[in-house]
């Protein structure tokens, strides 16, 4: 099992930044993926952001330029720096942990998530 705690959520104006943190604990060993998404109210949760565990990154066209998704391996963390807010980036942002082939975490029933941060971006 992976556990994933994330932080770092809140309310900014649009034209601000946020960073968030999901830290994984447990099974690492079980994972070579991790990635960010988000669900807006009334909508299908998307992909944000994921990373590899060799570095190699995946972005969503609408937030390409404006978010990075890096990570700490000896801290076993994950952070997304989203600058250049917009009101809608307004979602509950959801880390996800797993393994995969094709570097994108989340998409397999057996993949880990976190409970989710609100972030709200104020026009």
């Known amino acids: 099992q992976v556990q994933l705690a994330e932080s770092g959520g809140g309310l900014v104006q649009a034209g601000g930044s946020l960073r968030l943190s999901c830290a994984a604990s447990?099974?690492?060993?079980?994972?070579?993926?991790m990635g960010w998404y988000r669900q807006a109210p009334g909508k299908q949760r998307d992909l944000v952001a994921a990373i590899t565990n060799g570095g190699s990154t995946t972005y969503a066209d609408s937030v390409k330029g404006r978010f990075t998704i890096s990570r700490d391996n000896a801290k076993n963390t994950v952070y997304l720096q989203m600058n250049s807010l917009k009101p809608e980036d307004t979602a509950v942002y959801y880390c996800?942990?797993?393994?995969?082939?094709?570097?994108?975490?989340?998409?397999?029933?057996?993949?880990?998530w976190g409970q989710g941060t609100q972030v709200t971006v104020s026009s």
């Open positions: 996800t942990a797993g393994f995969t082939a094709a570097g994108i975490p989340g998409t397999n029933k057996y993949d880990y």
């Open positions: 447990g099974s690492i060993f079980s994972i070579n993926a």
